[in-house]
């Protein structure tokens, strides 16, 4: 399944079509109709915002704070977009410049804020979940051992790799897509794409991959 | 990957090549036409657990993202958007200053407006007054000059004649009084030689 096909890339055309409405109201000072069209446009993309803020925030909290300053930049910003490419798009990209800034900002306080300590496991709230119910104490420490481990594997991408990883392998995203919305042709989105699952299948293991086989071609050759 | 393993795959899709094949499907969204992948069933299967180790991924990441924003937290997040919105919306709301719960008479007060405004002009020029006057030395000038004013001479004063007449004659007696007091003295050894040399009243000249 393609990263497209997962995402299922909720209706492009009906997301055009309410922002050009939400446009037209605004400018016709039609304020409390145009919050509601562009209410269900945030009810629609929200859950995907969060989870590629999330991605990039590593933090809820964050991620929370620079999603609802994405909403809240579209829609005051809506009269500068221009059709050229999906409505999605656009504010995909003004949530990771957003994103990116945050992190900027937040880097520079680091340098001054000493980091809190975590759990002996890492993850702070495990012994709380592990109470609650849903799955047993061990899948979820082999699924927060998987994460962490991904989210370390991810950590130790260029960041470029990763944002492309992310857009195209998570969100669905096609090459064109991920060049408008990295500022890159697509053919280096192709180039960075490679080299990111390359490096995250080395960094994570491949059980099953070449070395498995290698060794299975050993007892069985062809 | 060594150059052995290489030679062991004979002509098999390696690690690299899974990936090339993956990434252009992934960007595509088109089912991978590799030629070898087409006749080859190992490759294929092999290619279909690279997949199925990348979609891994991605459920990973979105199970965490899922954890990390549940359904009650993004109904949150849409309702504070739609409040922020409107309130962006809103025109500026200007906070009053706080009132007293009297109003200040002297905001308001004509006469007490030109009071205070006078106290603050004598202060001012007193100050400058102050400043241009030697105070020091005309406060320690003040008593013998008050004294004075203030209790003219004796001479200047209406007293009665014949008490005047007595008073004066008293004063003459005390001035000759003390010459001849003085004159008698002489008590100093070093100014007697002058003192002899010194004619008296009434005496005739050596």
């Not at chain 1, 990209?93 to 001054?112: E, P, S, V, Y």
């Not at chain 1, 897509?177 to 293991?205: P, Q």
């Not at chain 2, 200007?94 to 030109?114: D, E, H, N, Y």
Request: charged share 25%.
């Amino acid at each position: 399944m393609t990263g497209a096909q997962a995402a299922g890339m909720p209706g492009r055309e009906a997301d055009g079509a309410a922002a050009s409405a939400v446009k037209a109201m605004q400018a016709e000072g039609r304020h409390a109709e145009a919050r509601e069209r562009y209410a269900e446009f945030v009810s629609r993309h929200q859950r995907r915002a969060s989870r590629i803020a999330f991605h990039y925030m590593r933090e809820a909290a964050e991620a929370d704070e620079a999603v609802q300053d994405a909403f809240m930049k579209a829609y005051s910003h809506l009269s500068s977009f221009r059709e050229e490419f999906p409505f999605e798009v656009w504010f995909t990209r003004i949530l990771i410049n957003g994103c990116l800034d945050r992190i900027k900002a937040r880097k520079r306080r680091q340098r001054w804020i000493a980091p809190m300590p975590e759990g002996p496991g890492g993850e702070r709230d495990f012994l709380e979940r592990a109470a609650g119910h849903g799955p047993s104490p061990e899948d979820l420490l082999v699924a927060g051992q998987r994460r962490r481990a991904l989210s370390k594997a991810l950590a130790r991408l260029p960041e470029r790799q990763r944002s492309i990883f992310m857009l195209s392998h998570y969100e669905g995203c096609t090459s064109r897509e991920v060049g408008a919305l990295t500022g890159l042709n697509e053919s280096t989105v192709r180039v960075h794409l490679f080299r990111a699952i390359r490096r995250l299948r080395t960094l994570l293991g491949d059980s099953a991959g070449t070395a498995a086989y290698v060794e299975k071609r050993r007892v069985h050759p062809k | 990957m060594s150059i052995l393993n290489k030679l062991r795959l004979n002509g098999h899709l390696d690690d690299t090549g899974l990936a090339q094949v993956w990434t252009e499907q992934s960007l595509t969204g088109v089912q991978a036409s590799h030629t070898h992948l087409q006749s080859c069933a190992d490759c294929r299967t092999r290619f279909a657990s690279f997949g199925a180790w990348a979609d891994g991924l991605r459920a990973d990441a979105f199970a965490e993202a899922g954890d990390a924003f549940p359904a009650e937290r993004l109904a949150a997040q849409q309702a504070q958007i739609l409040r922020r919105l409107e309130a962006a919306e809103r025109p500026a709301r200007v906070i009053a200053f706080p009132k007293f719960s009297r109003p200040m008479s002297a905001g308001s007060s004509l006469p007490a407006r030109w009071i205070t405004v006078a106290a603050v002009a004598g202060l001012i020029v007193g100050v400058g007054v102050g400043q241009r006057m030697d105070l020091r030395h005309s406060f320690t000038e003040i008593p013998a000059t008050t004294a004075r004013l203030a209790k003219p001479p004796l001479s200047d004063r209406p007293v009665n004649p014949e008490i005047r007449a007595v008073s004066d004659t008293i004063r003459e007696e005390a001035f000759l009084s003390e010459i001849d007091d003085s004159l008698s003295r002489a008590s100093l050894p070093e100014l007697r030689a002058f003192d002899a040399f010194t004619p008296r009243p009434g005496e005739r000249p050596r």
